[in-house]
């Protein structure tokens, strides 16, 4: 509620002059809170490093108390033996020696620990800039290290001085010496190792990266002061130095020209996973808060209020800049410069730091996609890959057979990016449930600050709530209670919700697709079908997948639709059969692509270090080749076909067994190798008889071009015999032949689109009027009496039969429907 | 009996010159005093027909002529149509209260046709006992205003009406006012003054301030739903403002059925039987289905809007 007594005070410039003198000793203790707070995280961390470097060391010191437990023991029994030769045992004197001992060797310790660094520091650090060499100065096991050594050193000192002034021996102090000693003797052992890794200048980064979390911490609801605009400052201040010193951290590690660069790959791959955890975060963080970088905007004259605008020009002045935050800064400055040495790493070969910063990206990317920021992701993956495809394809192409293996992986791995991308959305549908945005909504306690963010709603409802929030507070303070009802807050959620999944669902059905395409067609243009071939296999892979998850944005988008209240609140329009329509065209176009890349990749021998991308093209044609022919589409069957027949006998060739003996061995790989031709016969075959169904010729016309064009060129008489044995051979008795259950498939696809055996099924005569169609060859099939639809027999039946000449031995099952189709002729 | 000369019986005096108010320059209290009567009424005049107003006097037809009568010396204008009397009349009514939170009206009977009409006059300076009323003229205005010191006024010939009590009544009303024009809600006048001249300034969160000086003020009129004119959603979210929409036309349904039985009642004290009826304009009722509609989200804001609509 707003009080009366504050608007009577405001009145008075002493009120606001008393305000702001509150407001600095309010600052002035916050800060010194802020800083005792530091001060003992800072602490705690210390001990528990102290901890970590006793019990690291504590198997020595235990080694090290039971020798001298054994010596204490067995001392009394060499007491005679002592006397025996005269060595004398040592009188209370010796206690002093032995501590100005153990304090002598804390100091020698110091000495050269201090002496090691600065011979790293010369050596090392001294081209470095001044942000990356203080990081040697606050290396943190060094450090503690130290301060124990010196605060055991100057105990012992303190002990002897007692002993000088007259004090009695502390005879407990004597385990504990013993064992502190035995740490800073042992710890420093260990601690040289560690000297070593110092020689690595970007060896400390990594508390770099925990200074940098433990900020974040600071300025998410709950961090000390989170909600106070000069601790953002702060923050942010604190931050920029630490990435500055990330940059040079990085530039230090990029300029290394080793072929094998792990600090390069491991500050990568830190960074990434910094940023995966830092975007969770950003929910948590306010959107107006200083922690973000601040932009100034100059506003236009004309569309600023009239006020500001006369009072600009009474002044003489220009408009006073608007103030924006940028609330991507921290990943442009880590992304630069994690991302920066991408061409240098492919330039020398280090394709495995790509690898591994690939693996870090799909993870940012995943973190991108659940927390609603898809098209960011895209475009962070679209970078990416240009900027790895430009390098890979500077200069000449690789033969077909020299292709790089591990650029494979590399082409492979970036078209899995967006199936992640995509992925990670589906795993945030959930968030769009507006039953659960209410029940979230209603536990809001608005005048508890910091409260909107810890609900676990998503990142892009931040600055909706916050709007939300200021103006429920308003209401609560002009009415004393709020008015605007759960409902109408859910419906101002989801509105932003809804946007953002507008956003996301056309960067996945639409720029996702472009993305691809734009690094098949580099890769094309610089002949490379090798890495074209793994991004067309991803591709598919991610448009059957969007096929599938379609459906569930559309149910939950429908759901959306349906639970509004407001209409003219201006919600997203998103059309799915328009978005559909276009996953077709981009299918259709990923045919083509894989009939082209397979033809060409069906030139070159391939290694078995490489996935039999041609294989799987050339499967995957022919289905689509059925698929489209099913559904009577005449131009994408023409568009695929000719590519499709050539590389089927292309594959044919290469298969064939080169031994000459005719034993059943060969015959069978025979047999094998025959499967892409006879695959293409049979589809050839479907194709003759659903252009006769649909009474469309457009569907065989470019099939039975390509198939006369084959059989022209050279003796045409040969090859249709040829034809003919290849038919007959995958007829033989007593035998499944190889990819017979394929064929079965697609018989049984085509089938039911002319419904073949309709008339065997139902028991109705051949005169029956739904069996009546103008295609003979329809009619037979419906009949059933050829049994089983078998696309090999129709074209051998047909295309084939004007070929051979009379008196050649047709295959049983050619020679059954032919006998079936000249009787349908003769009934005619 | 000879009355002394610096007294009089009956005829009040309309007003006190000297005593005029200089401009207020709160603009705030200016919009609220003008908010409280616009809007309230459909205008037939200028702005062409409504389409659903309509109002009427019941009563015998020479009963109802008085009463017409009655109400153009009111409005201190000769309207024929009644439809147009009677919102004019409203309007005039709560113009007159806005001033002040209530407004008085002498009853003059004419002697000779037995006719009644109605002056407005001043409440300031009247003094109120049980059966009397005294009006104390100030010294400079008696020449201007011929009027003796004191004027009294016989309480039967007064007809006072107020805002009524579910609105705060009269006192309330008065210091509503005093509150919106205590202060400014753009800036303490101590930090415009010091921005003028130039002076060094404490720093002073402008934003906080005004952002509190229109809560206070939207607090202080809500019983009103007062928007203070705007429609933006710079502070409070649509469905607000639509609820502020709705509470302002519910005050205004209340003060014109607070009009309506006062004007009836007064006709009963001229000896009318004239009621007023008038078709085509929100009740309280219909603003609280409206809210309780809108609360349940089952109608939108446009058919808040057409349903609350005078036009």
């Known amino acids: 509620m707003v009080s009366p007594v504050y608007m009577r005070l405001a009145q008075f410039r002493r009120f606001w002059e008393a305000r702001q003198r509150l407001l600095r000793l309010n600052f002035s203790f916050l800060r010194t809170a802020f800083g005792l707070r530091r001060a003992y995280d800072e602490e705690l961390l210390n001990a528990r490093t102290l901890g970590s470097l006793a019990s690291a060391t504590i198997r020595q010191v235990v080694l090290a108390v039971a020798f001298a437990g054994l010596f204490q023991f067995v001392d009394p029994i060499l007491l005679p033996f002592y006397k025996y030769y005269g060595i004398s045992v040592p009188d209370d004197g010796d206690y002093a020696t032995w501590l100005a001992t153990t304090a002598g060797i804390g100091g020698v310790f110091i000495a050269l620990y201090y002496a090691s660094v600065s011979t790293v520091a010369a050596s090392m650090y001294s081209t470095v800039p001044n942000n990356v060499r203080a990081l040697l100065a606050r290396e943190r096991v060094g450090n503690t290290y130290m301060r124990f050594l010196a605060i055991l050193t100057f105990v012992c000192v303190c002990l002897l001085g007692f002993r000088l002034l007259g004090f009695p021996r502390v005879t407990l102090v004597i385990p504990l010496v013993v064992v502190a000693t035995g740490i800073g003797i042992i710890g420093f052992v260990k601690l040289g190792q560690r000297t070593f890794d110092l020689f690595d200048r970007t060896s400390l980064a990594r508390t770099l990266f925990y200074e940098l979390q433990r900020i974040v911490i600071s300025v998410k609801v709950g961090g000390q002061q989170w909600n ?48 995966g955890e830092y975007q969770r975060a950003k929910a948590l963080i306010p959107h107006t808060s200083k922690w973000y970088e601040k932009k100034f905007v100059h ?281 559909r329509e276009k996953l077709d065209a981009a299918t259709s176009a990923m045919y083509s692509e894989m009939a082209t890349t397979g033809t060409i990749l069906s030139f070159s021998d391939r290694s078995d270090a490489y996935p039999d991308y041609g294989g799987k093209f050339l499967h995957t044609c022919g289905e689509a080749i059925i698929d489209y022919a099913c559904v009577n589409n005449a131009k994408a069957v023409s568009e695929i076909f000719s590519l499709y027949f050539l590389s089927s006998f292309k594959m044919f060739e290469k298969l064939r067994p080169t031994a000459t003996d005719v034993d059943w ?160 002729l003769e009934q005619t | 009996m000879k009355l002394p000369r610096w007294i009089r019986i009956s005829s009040a005096v309309t007003h006190f010159p000297s005593k005029s108010r200089s401009f207020d320059r709160s603009p705030n209290k200016h919009m609220f005093m003008q908010d409280v009567h616009q809007g309230f009424m459909p205008y037939m005049r200028h702005s062409g027909e409504s389409a659903t107003f309509a109002a009427r006097f019941v009563g015998p037809s020479d009963q109802v002529q008085q009463a017409g009568q009655v109400c153009r010396s009111i409005v201190r204008e000769s309207y024929v149509d009644n439809d147009e009397l009677i919102a004019s009349t409203f309007r005039e009514i709560a113009s007159l209260i806005s001033w002040e939170g209530e407004a008085y009206f002498e009853i003059i009977t004419d002697a000779d046709t037995g006719k009644h009409s109605l002056r407005n006059f001043s409440r300031r300076r009247l003094a109120r006992l049980p059966f009397l009323y005294f009006q104390f003229v100030p010294s400079k205005d008696r020449e201007s205003m011929r009027a003796p010191a004191v004027v009294v006024l016989p309480r039967s010939t007064i007809w006072n009406i107020g805002v009524p009590f579910s609105l705060g009544g009269a006192f309330g009303y008065r210091r509503t006012l005093r509150k919106i024009g205590r202060y400014d809600t753009i800036s303490p006048k101590f930090w415009r003054n010091a921005l ?116």
């Open chain 2, 196 to 311: 003028l001249e130039g002076n060094e300034l404490p720093r002073t969160d402008v934003s906080e301030y005004r952002g509190n000086a229109i809560a206070y003020i939207r607090k202080i009129t809500r019983r009103w739903g007062w928007n203070m004119r705007d429609f933006g959603q710079e502070l409070s979210t649509e469905y607000f403002t639509f609820y502020r929409y709705i509470k302002r036309h519910r005050a205004h349904a209340i003060l014109r059925d607070h009009i309506e039985c006062k004007l009836v009642a007064l006709f009963g004290r001229l000896g009318l039987s004239v009621s007023i009826e008038m078709d085509g304009l929100p009740s309280v009722s219909d603003c609280d289905t409206a809210l309780s509609l809108m609360q349940s989200g089952e109608i939108g804001f446009a058919e808040v809007s057409e349903r609350l609509s005078n036009d």
């Open chain 1, 228 to 275: 106070d605009a000069n601790f953002q400052n702060h923050s942010n201040r604190l931050a920029a130095t630490i990435l500055d010193t990330i940059e040079a951290v990085f530039r230090i590690a990029g300029a290394e020209g080793t072929t094998k660069n792990d600090p390069l790959r491991e500050l990568s791959s830190m960074s990434l996973r910094f940023l």
């Open chain 1, 665 to 824: 061995r060969a015959q069978s790989e025979l047999k094998v190798a025959l499967a892409p031709v006879l695959d293409a016969i049979e589809v050839s075959g479907y194709l003759i008889l659903l252009s006769e169904f649909f009474e469309n010729d457009e569907l065989w016309k470019n099939a039975n071009e390509v198939w006369s064009t084959y059989l022209a060129d050279g003796n045409s008489d040969e090859k249709a015999n040829w034809l003919n044995s290849a038919i007959g051979i995958s007829g033989a008795a007593m035998e499944i032949p190889h990819r017979a259950m394929i064929r079965s498939g697609w018989s049984s696809r085509v089938g039911s689109v002319v419904g073949a055996n309709a008339e065997l099924d139902s028991y109705r005569g051949e005169s029956s009027e739904e069996n009546a169609h103008k295609s003979e060859l329809v009619r037979v099939v419906r009949s059933g009496r050829t049994f089983f639809l078998d696309g090999t027999a129709v074209f051998g039946a047909t295309f084939l039969q004007d070929l051979l000449k009379d008196g050649v031995d047709r295959p049983s099952k050619v020679e059954n429907f032919l006998r079936q189709l000249n009787k349908q």
């Open chain 1, 299 to 579: 506003p236009d004259w004309y569309r600023t209020s009239d006020s500001t605008t006369s009072f600009a020009h009474q002044m003489g002045g220009v408009l006073q800049p608007k103030v924006d935050l940028n609330r991507r800064w921290v990943e442009e400055r880590l992304l630069s410069s994690a991302l920066g040495n991408i061409e240098a790493n492919i330039k020398a070969g280090r394709f495995t730091d790509i690898q591994s910063l690939l693996i870090s990206l799909d993870a940012y990317v995943k973190d991108l996609g659940a927390t609603g920021d898809i098209s960011q992701g895209m475009q962070l993956v679209d970078t990416v890959a240009k900027r790895i495809f430009a390098q890979i394809t500077e200069g000449e192409p690789p033969s077909l057979t020299d292709e790089n293996v591990e650029l494979l992986g590399l082409a492979d791995s970036l078209g899995s990016l967006p199936i992640t991308l995509m992925l990670s959305l589906v795993g945030a549908l959930p968030q769009l449930d507006r039953k659960d945005v209410e029940v979230k909504l209603a536990q809001i306690k608005w005048n508890v600050a910091g409260d909107i963010y810890r609900q676990g709603f998503a990142l892009p409802t931040i600055s909706r709530l916050e709007y939300l929030q200021d103006r429920l507070r308003f209401e609560k303070r002009c009415e004393g209670t709020v008015v605007t009802p759960v409902w109408y807050q859910s419906e101002l959620l989801i509105l932003a919700l809804t946007q953002n999944a507008r956003e996301s669902i056309v960067t996945l059905g639409e720029r996702a697709i472009q993305v691809y395409s734009e690094w098949c067609e580099t890769l094309e243009a610089n002949k490379r079908p090798w890495l074209r071939a793994a991004l067309i296999c991803r591709k598919e892979e991610y448009l059957n997948k969007l096929y599938v998850h379609l459906t569930k944005f559309e149910t939950t988008w429908i759901a959306m639709e349906q639970s509004r209240k407001i209409d003219g609140l201006g919600w997203s329009v998103l059309d799915f059969d328009e978005l």
